[in-house]
């Protein structure tokens, strides 16, 4: 179970230690915790309850199993014998709040910012029908149901693996607190609320020929074979070069035989250098036996077996430019000591904002799979109503063409959209600056990667239509941003041995890569993905101060390299909808003149809808 265990830490970005770990098993075995991730899950709302989020140590462990595991054990057992009959309530609610570690009645309770749960009424299945409270809180009237919809598709059409709502679970509490980052006394000091009302000047970075990408510099379903060779090899030139450069230096650069073509001349060599793209025998993940690198000289390729027994830590997926050191016994069996993934990265520029600025950032779906009501972006406006950013992110898909429902719909996708425009920035006002990422999954968009905005018939001075993906300067503060989940793609698909902790890595890959989806072929067969447009519109030649990576993989918040980047999680989502707000305050000068550590000026928070 400590392989569990040390996998869900790495996951939420925490690296324990040996003694950590041999401290979580004595207490998982104690305390009879089979589940890892509920065990991982009861630590971290003790941490971030009652110590600021930190990490584990086998002395915080300790308090841990004082305040929480005996304190459970102690109440269990009282109850046991004391109570001679359970009502169904509060056998569901013992089980279920159990779940998180605390116990019904017990003061830990409202610490985790879990009721007590003994109604009866706990125990009803949900109905459909919609809340009239809901209809009535934003505007009078819902905003965003479509004008077909009626509450009897809901129970007619439920999605794949729903069906009836558990009478066995407890709903997580709307706006818990689920993960915290940055400076303490930011992080203490701020309501979450924008101290001015303007909206903010926006300026697209990611242009060619001066331009963004747009409908009407679209062009695509016109990449050819041959350009898709070329694009290739651009790409494999350029990072290449930065690879070497990196590990060989300017002059080693020069003076390395990049692409070796006769196997003769490799064999000739005991140890040498090759620059190539990884790829995937069946265009599937990678594992040890399944990847090869492509070299060429631009004119002609050849094709290395990889051969991993003499290598002590790799990270590769398919279409990743390597610089990989080895020799070659016989044939085209290339048996790798190391491999090279980095290069030189240009930093964020330095912050220049004079005053802090507010970011509320959510990602789609919007609804939940079951229904066409929007629930959780209402939730979200409600919020929204109340803390009034400086900047609200919004990331498609917005009308999910993968969603049951949507055929249903007996007004077009473009209106529909509109429509909910429309309801936003009603509630938003005007001064809190808009910015709405496309994406390809979006019934009304062009299912093509990089994804330009779709058009509307009415414009709004503080909303942004972008495209997927984007980079963006906010009045001192560059933010990039992709809807397409790259980071689950590059997950499921790479072959990883002592690389370090997952999600640095796939940022990391983003990083060195310099490109906002490295990956070729693209991780999901349904993914429409265009060479040249890529080229044109998908580069990360320099790092952002903040970037959002929204993906099906938990949420997470991450400084690297400078950089903070986000997974707010996804607004709808069956284990529980999140969102992120965060802030970015000036930077106070350092006595050295130097640039201050970006941790110093942000506070970030993943809350619960």
């Given at each position: 179970?400590?392989?569990?265990i040390?996998?869900?830490f790495?996951e939420?970005g925490?690296?324990p230690?040996?003694?950590?770990?041999?401290?979580?098993?004595?207490?998982?075995?104690?305390?009879?915790?089979?589940d890892?991730?509920?065990f991982?899950e009861?630590?971290m709302?003790?941490?971030l309850?009652?110590?600021?989020?930190e990490?584990?140590?086998?002395?915080?462990l300790?308090e841990?199993?004082?305040?929480?595991?005996?304190?459970?054990?102690?109440?269990?057992?009282?109850?046991?014998?004391t109570?001679k009959?359970?009502?169904?309530a509060?056998?569901?609610a013992?089980?279920?709040l159990?779940t998180y570690?605390v116990?019904?009645?017990d003061p830990?309770t409202?610490?985790?910012g879990?009721?007590?749960?003994t109604?009866?009424?706990?125990?009803?299945?949900?109905k459909?029908?919609?809340d009239?409270?809901?209809?009535?809180?934003?505007k009078?009237?819902v905003?965003?149901?479509?004008?077909s919809?009626?509450?009897q598709?809901?129970k007619?059409t439920?999605?794949?693996?729903?069906?009836?709502?558990?009478t066995?679970?407890?709903a997580?509490r709307?706006?818990?607190?689920?993960?915290t980052?940055?400076?303490?006394?930011?992080l203490?000091?701020t309501?979450?609320?924008a101290?001015l009302e303007?909206?903010?000047?926006v300026?697209?970075?990611?242009?060619?020929q001066?331009?963004p990408?747009?409908?009407?510099n679209?062009g695509y379903?016109n990449?050819l074979?041959?350009?898709k060779?070329?694009n290739?090899?651009?790409r494999?030139?350029?990072?290449g070069?930065a690879?070497v450069?990196?590990?060989?230096g300017?002059?080693?650069?020069a003076?390395c035989s990049?692409?070796?073509q006769?196997?003769?001349?490799?064999?000739?060599?005991h140890?040498?250098?090759?620059?190539?793209?990884?790829?995937?025998e069946?265009?599937?993940?990678?594992?040890?036996h399944?990847?090869?690198l492509?070299v060429?000289?631009?004119?002609?390729?050849?094709?290395?077996?990889?051969n991993?027994?003499?290598?002590?830590?790799?990270?590769?997926?398919?279409?990743?430019v390597v610089?990989?050191?080895?020799?070659i016994?016989k044939?085209?069996s290339?048996?790798?000591?190391?491999?090279?993934t980095?290069?030189?990265?240009?930093?964020?520029?330095?912050?220049?904002v004079?005053?802090?600025?507010?970011?509320?950032?959510?990602a789609?779906?919007?609804?939940?799979?079951?229904?066409?009501f929007?629930?959780p972006?209402?939730?979200?406006?409600k919020?929204?109503k109340?803390?009034?950013?400086?900047v609200?992110?919004?990331?498609g898909p917005f009308?999910?063409?993968?969603?049951?429902?949507?055929?249903?719909?007996a007004e077009?996708f473009?209106?529909?959209?509109?429509?909910?425009?429309?309801?936003?920035i009603?509630?938003?006002?005007?001064h809190?600056?808009?910015?709405?990422i496309?994406s390809?999954?979006?019934a009304?968009?062009?299912?093509?990667?990089?994804?330009?905005p779709?058009?509307?018939?009415?414009?709004?001075?503080?909303?942004?239509?972008?495209?997927?993906?984007?980079?963006?300067?906010?009045?001192?503060?560059?933010?990039g941003v992709?809807?397409?989940?790259?980071?689950?793609?590059?997950l499921?698909?790479?072959?990883?041995?002592?690389?370090?902790e997952?999600?640095?890595?796939?940022?990391n890959h983003?990083?060195?890569q310099g490109?906002f989806?490295?990956?070729?072929?693209?991780?999901?067969?349904?993914m429409?993905?265009?060479?040249?447009?890529?080229l044109?519109?998908?580069?990360?030649?320099?790092?952002?101060?903040?970037l959002?990576l929204?993906?099906?993989?938990?949420?997470f918040?991450?400084l690297?390299?400078d950089?903070?980047?986000?997974?707010p999680?996804?607004?709808?989502?069956?284990k529980?909808?999140?969102?992120?707000?965060f802030?970015?305050a000036?930077?106070?000068?350092?006595?050295?003149?130097?640039a201050?550590s970006?941790?110093?000026?942000?506070?970030?928070?993943i809350?619960?809808?």
């Amino acid at each position: 179970m400590d392989t569990e265990i040390k996998q869900q830490f790495d996951e939420i970005g925490v690296e324990p230690s040996e003694a950590v770990l041999d401290k979580c098993m004595e207490l998982a075995i104690t305390y009879s915790i089979e589940d890892a991730t509920e065990f991982v899950e009861q630590w971290m709302a003790f941490s971030l309850s009652h110590l600021h989020g930190e990490d584990p140590t086998p002395e915080n462990l300790g308090e841990f199993e004082r305040k929480v595991l005996q304190l459970k054990k102690d109440k269990v057992g009282f109850k046991t014998s004391t109570q001679k009959t359970y009502s169904p309530a509060s056998v569901v609610a013992t089980s279920s709040l159990s779940t998180y570690g605390v116990i019904e009645d017990d003061p830990m309770t409202y610490d985790y910012g879990i009721e007590s749960v003994t109604d009866s009424s706990m125990m009803h299945t949900p109905k459909s029908k919609k809340d009239p409270s809901r209809s009535s809180a934003l505007k009078g009237g819902v905003l965003f149901s479509p004008a077909s919809y009626t509450p009897q598709s809901a129970k007619r059409t439920p999605a794949a693996g729903t069906g009836t709502p558990s009478t066995t679970t407890v709903a997580r509490r709307p706006g818990d607190i689920v993960d915290t980052f940055g400076h303490p006394k930011l992080l203490a000091g701020t309501t979450w609320q924008a101290k001015l009302e303007h909206s903010l000047p926006v300026s697209q970075r990611l242009l060619h020929q001066e331009a963004p990408l747009t409908l009407s510099n679209l062009g695509y379903m016109n990449d050819l074979l041959s350009d898709k060779c070329d694009n290739l090899y651009d790409r494999l030139e350029e990072t290449g070069r930065a690879l070497v450069e990196k590990k060989l230096g300017a002059e080693g650069a020069a003076e390395c035989s990049w692409y070796p073509q006769d196997g003769q001349t490799l064999q000739a060599l005991h140890m040498l250098y090759a620059v190539g793209m990884i790829h995937s025998e069946d265009d599937g993940p990678l594992d040890a036996h399944s990847a090869f690198l492509a070299v060429t000289d631009g004119e002609e390729s050849s094709f290395l077996d990889l051969n991993f027994t003499r290598i002590k830590s790799a990270s590769i997926f398919p279409g990743q430019v390597v610089l990989a050191k080895g020799f070659i016994p016989k044939g085209n069996s290339f048996v790798v000591e190391e491999i090279h993934t980095e290069r030189k990265l240009t930093p964020p520029s330095p912050l220049k904002v004079d005053r802090e600025l507010q970011f509320v950032v959510a990602a789609g779906p919007y609804t939940h799979s079951t229904d066409l009501f929007y629930d959780p972006l209402h939730d979200l406006l409600k919020y929204l109503k109340d803390h009034r950013p400086d900047v609200l992110v919004l990331v498609g898909p917005f009308v999910d063409a993968d969603h049951k429902l949507v055929a249903e719909m007996a007004e077009t996708f473009d209106s529909f959209f509109e429509k909910m425009i429309s309801g936003i920035i009603d509630v938003v006002g005007g001064h809190t600056t808009v910015l709405m990422i496309s994406s390809q999954k979006d019934a009304m968009s062009h299912t093509v990667y990089p994804t330009p905005p779709p058009a509307l018939r009415k414009t709004y001075p503080n909303l942004h239509l972008l495209p997927d993906p984007s980079m963006v300067d906010l009045d001192g503060i560059t933010l990039g941003v992709t809807s397409t989940d790259v980071v689950d793609h590059l997950l499921s698909h790479e072959f990883a041995a002592n690389a370090g902790e997952r999600m640095h890595r796939a940022i990391n890959h983003l990083f060195n890569q310099g490109s906002f989806y490295p990956m070729y072929p693209p991780g999901d067969e349904d993914m429409s993905y265009d060479t040249q447009l890529a080229l044109k519109y998908a580069q990360l030649r320099q790092l952002p101060n903040v970037l959002l990576l929204p993906g099906d993989q938990r949420h997470f918040i991450r400084l690297v390299s400078d950089c903070l980047v986000i997974n707010p999680g996804r607004l709808s989502d069956k284990k529980g909808g999140t969102f992120a707000r965060f802030l970015v305050a000036p930077t106070a000068p350092t006595a050295t003149g130097k640039a201050a550590s970006l941790f110093n000026s942000v506070a970030c928070q993943i809350q619960r809808i």
